[in-house]
C-alpha cells in the first residue's frame, strides 16, 4: 500500500483543531476581496479547490454564491458539510485530488487559498499538474485566485520564527526548519494535537516560489493577464506590493 504523505496525514483527524490555527482568522476579509474581485457577479461558478473544512465556500455561499469545494481530506470534509447543514446552505463538497480533477470546462472562478493543495507536493511536477488541472476546469476566459508561499521570504527571514511568531498556545509547533536554496523547499518537523488528543509528528517539506516561476507556470498554462501582490491575512488588497517581507503571495491570473 501506497505510504501516505505528511499533508494526508496531518488533515486525518484534525478538523476541530484546525479551525482554531491562526492562519483561518481571515476568512471575512478574504471574501470581501474575492467578491470585489469578480464584480459581486453572482452568476459565476466557483470552485474553491483545498476548501478543507469549507471556510471560503460557506462563506461565499452565504453571500449568494454557487460553488464547489473539493478536499483530498475526507475529514475535512465531513466537517465542511456538517457546518454547511447546520447554516441550510447547499454546497457541493466533493473528495477530489487536485492532480486529477474530473472537471473541464465548468467553472468561472477557481479559488486556491491558504496553501490549499499547491504548494504542498512532494515535486514540482504534482505543484504543475494541480494549476493545469485547475486551468482545465475554468471555462474560456476563467480566472484563477490563489495564494501560494512566497520564495524571497526564506532568503531574508527564518521560516520558522515567523511560523512561531504566528502560532497560539495549542497551534501547531514546528522544529528543524532547513531552507534548501537550491530547490527552494522548507523541511521541518511539525507536531500537532489532533482532535482526538493524540500527538502527531510530521515530517514536512514545502516549496516556496519566486513570482518570475509563478508567472511562468501560469503563461505556459495559457493565462494572458497574471498579477502577484503581498497576501496579508484576512486583508488581500491590490496595493500590496509584494516584498521580502511578505510570508505569503496573492495571485490573480486570468485565461486567454
Same mark, same amino acid.
Given at each position: 500500500?501506497?505510504q501516505k504523505?505528511?499533508?494526508?496525514?496531518l488533515?486525518e483527524n484534525?478538523?476541530?483543531?484546525?479551525?482554531q490555527?491562526v492562519f483561518?482568522a481571515g476568512t471575512?476579509g478574504?471574501?470581501d476581496?474575492? =467578491?470585489k474581485?469578480? +464584480?459581486?457577479d453572482? *452568476? $459565476? %461558478?466557483?470552485l474553491?479547490?483545498g476548501?478543507? #473544512?469549507?471556510?471560503?465556500?460557506?462563506e461565499?455561499s452565504?453571500r449568494?454564491y454557487?460553488i464547489t469545494?473539493?478536499?483530498l481530506?475526507?475529514?475535512?470534509?465531513?466537517?465542511a458539510?456538517?457546518?454547511?447543514?447546520?447554516?441550510n446552505?447547499?454546497i457541493e463538497?466533493?473528495?477530489?485530488?487536485?492532480?486529477?480533477l474530473?472537471f473541464q470546462?465548468d467553472f468561472?472562478?477557481?479559488?486556491?487559498?491558504?496553501?490549499?493543495?499547491?504548494?504542498?507536493?512532494?515535486?514540482d511536477?504534482?505543484?504543475? =499538474?494541480?494549476?493545469r +488541472?485547475?486551468?482545465? *476546469? $475554468? %471555462?474560456?476566459?476563467?480566472?484563477i485566485?490563489f #495564494?501560494t508561499?512566497?520564495?524571497l521570504?526564506p532568503?531574508?527571514?527564518s521560516?520558522?520564527?515567523f511560523l512561531?511568531s504566528?502560532s497560539?498556545?495549542?497551534?501547531?509547533?514546528?522544529h528543524?526548519?532547513t531552507f534548501?536554496?537550491?530547490?527552494f523547499?522548507d523541511?521541518?518537523?511539525?507536531?500537532?494535537e489532533?482532535?482526538?488528543?493524540n500527538?502527531i509528528?510530521?515530517d514536512?517539506?514545502?516549496?516556496?516560489y519566486?513570482p518570475?516561476?509563478i508567472?511562468w507556470?501560469?503563461?505556459?498554462l495559457?493565462?494572458?493577464k497574471i498579477?502577484?501582490?503581498?497576501a496579508?491575512l484576512g486583508?488581500y488588497?491590490r496595493?500590496?506590493k509584494?516584498?521580502?517581507?511578505?510570508?505569503e503571495?496573492?495571485v490573480?491570473?486570468e485565461?486567454?
Amino acid at each position: 500500500m501506497e505510504q501516505k504523505q505528511w499533508y494526508e496525514k496531518l488533515f486525518e483527524n484534525y478538523s476541530q483543531k484546525y479551525e482554531q490555527e491562526v492562519f483561518v482568522a481571515g476568512t471575512i476579509g478574504e471574501c470581501d476581496f474575492i =467578491e470585489k474581485e469578480i +464584480n459581486y457577479d453572482k *452568476s $459565476l %461558478k466557483i470552485l474553491d479547490v483545498g476548501c478543507g #473544512t469549507g471556510r471560503h465556500s460557506i462563506e461565499l455561499s452565504k453571500r449568494g454564491y454557487s460553488i464547489t469545494g473539493i478536499d483530498l481530506s475526507e475529514a475535512m470534509l465531513e466537517k465542511a458539510r456538517e457546518k454547511a447543514k447546520a447554516q441550510n446552505l447547499d454546497i457541493e463538497f466533493l473528495k477530489q485530488d487536485a492532480r486529477k480533477l474530473a472537471f473541464q470546462n465548468d467553472f468561472d472562478v477557481a479559488i486556491m487559498l491558504c496553501e490549499g493543495a499547491f504548494p504542498l507536493m512532494e515535486t514540482d511536477e504534482m505543484n504543475y =499538474e494541480i494549476l493545469r +488541472n485547475i486551468t482545465n *476546469s $475554468l %471555462k474560456k476566459s476563467g480566472r484563477i485566485i490563489f #495564494t501560494t508561499l512566497n520564495g524571497l521570504f526564506p532568503l531574508y527571514h527564518s521560516v520558522k520564527e515567523f511560523l512561531d511568531s504566528a502560532s497560539e498556545p495549542g497551534n501547531a509547533t514546528y522544529h528543524g526548519n532547513t531552507f534548501d536554496l537550491m530547490s527552494f523547499r522548507d523541511h521541518s518537523t511539525t507536531e500537532i494535537e489532533d482532535d482526538s488528543g493524540n500527538k502527531i509528528v510530521l515530517d514536512c517539506n514545502e516549496r516556496y516560489y519566486v513570482p518570475s516561476e509563478i508567472s511562468w507556470l501560469l503563461k505556459s498554462l495559457g493565462y494572458n493577464k497574471i498579477e502577484i501582490f503581498g497576501a496579508k491575512l484576512g486583508a488581500y488588497s491590490r496595493n500590496d506590493k509584494l516584498t521580502t517581507e511578505d510570508f505569503e503571495m496573492l495571485v490573480i491570473a486570468e485565461k486567454a
